[in-house]
């Protein structure tokens, strides 16, 4: 079995945790890799933690 990732809406790599935030004021949440959440929540007012997001793994 393998696990099935999912692209960073930041950076676009494929990754298989993805961390739910908003970073902005727009309210939008973003499901970003954890080097692009390390770097928008340093020092943000606007940043909101929303969950985790763990890839399955994929069926043979």
């Known amino acids: 079995m393998s696990l099935k990732g999912k692209p960073c809406q930041k950076c676009n790599h494929i990754v298989e945790i993805r961390y739910r935030i908003q970073w902005d004021s727009s309210g939008k949440w973003y ?3 954890l080097n692009c959440w390390q770097k928008v929540s340093q020092n943000n007012p606007q940043y ?13």
């Open 31 to 33: 499901q970003v890799c």
């Open 48 to 60: 909101r933690y929303g969950g985790t997001w763990k890839a399955k793994k994929k069926r043979s």
